[in-house]
Nanobody
Framework: QVQVVESGGDLVEPGGSLRLSCTTS????????MAWYRQAPGEERELVAS???????AYADSVKGRFSISRDKARKFVYLQMNNLKTDDTAVYYC?????????WGQGTQVTVSP
């Protein structure tokens, strides 16, 4: 059974930093593609950043230059380094892995940016 679990969400002041972690487990080798999404109250879930097994990364325009996605060499962990956080970054952040056309989602971790 494949599992995806996020951690690292917290309350932080504007301008602060957080690092989210996503760990994956299950009977597979590794997800070829991983991504972070977020969903603010009353809003649709949106793609924040993605990383492919070939190393390609992509970011939403709203986080370019502030967020960085990475994964460990064993491809069991995916990280989202978030710097210069803004109040608009407040949301539940979700990690997603795609394997053989099937999406696997974590339960989400809350990030709140507030003075």
């Amino acid at each position: 059974q494949v599992q995806v679990v996020e951690s690292g969400g917290d309350l932080v002041e504007p301008g602060g930093s957080l690092r989210l972690s996503c760990t994956t487990s299950g009977r597979y080798i590794s997800f070829p593609a991983m991504a972070w999404y977020r969903q603010a109250p009353g809003e649709e879930r949106e793609l924040v950043a993605s990383i492919h097994i070939n190393g390609d990364v992509a970011y939403a325009d709203s986080v370019k230059g502030r967020f960085s996605i990475s994964r460990d060499k064993a491809r069991k962990f995916v990280y989202l380094q978030m710097n210069n956080l803004k109040t608009d970054d407040t949301a539940v952040y979700y990690c997603k892995g795609n394997l053989a056309g099937i999406d696997y989602w974590g339960q989400g971790t809350q990030v709140t940016v507030s003075p």
